[in-house]
């Protein structure tokens, strides 16, 4: 599931972009003062956002405004200079590859990330699903039981064990789960 997800409650009031939460949650606030809202974001942690002044100025502290233009080069690709500590040995190996050591390691990193793509998919959606239901299901019946059942791989058990849960909670937790499970 993507996306962020505005709560009041048991009641979902928004998902979708981080501003877009974050405005729709400044906007039930000028409503509701009192109203008491929990954001998640796609990895199912609570978040909190400065939601004072205008939809510009949230936007600015959300990184998502246009306030300074970036430079060129690399950074604007993404490419971070951090140490890597290795032995004699491997970084002759990897002076000896086509490319220098760079290229080398961007592929042997590619290709260890497709070869456990899967299990580390599940592994997120649980944890995902795990975090989100803890905040808004932790003391609910059979929230131990939903947790077993999530970790085991048991997509019926899970599936009956939210089957009670308010609506909008569940559902948003099917969908933090969606790839939980081996298809």
Do not use: N
Not at 96 to 124: H, I, W
């Amino acid at each position: 599931m993507s996306g962020y997800v505005v709560f009041e409650g048991e009641r979902r009031l928004a998902a979708g972009p981080k501003l877009e939460a974050a405005v729709a949650a400044q906007a039930r606030l000028a409503q509701s003062p009192e109203a008491s809202l929990l954001i998640f974001d796609p990895e199912g942690r609570q978040v909190d956002f400065d939601l004072r002044g205008g939809p510009w100025d949230i936007a600015l502290r959300l990184g998502e405004g246009d306030a300074a233009p970036r430079g060129r080069g690399r950074p604007k690709l993404g490419v971070t200079a951090r140490e890597v500590t290795l032995l004699p040995r491997h970084w002759e190996w990897l002076a000896a590859q086509p490319g220098g050591a760079s290229v080398a390691l961007r592929k042997l990193v590619e290709a260890a990330r497709r070869e456990s793509e899967g299990p580390d998919r599940r592994r997120a959606a649980r944890e995902a699903a795990y975090r989100f239901a803890s905040v808004m299901a932790g003391d609910r019946p059979g929230f131990e039981a939903m947790s077993r059942a999530l970790f085991a791989g048991d997509a019926e058990g899970f599936a009956a064990r939210i089957a009670d849960w308010p609506a909008d909670v569940a559902e948003h937790l099917r969908g933090l789960a969606a790839e939980a499970f081996d298809a």
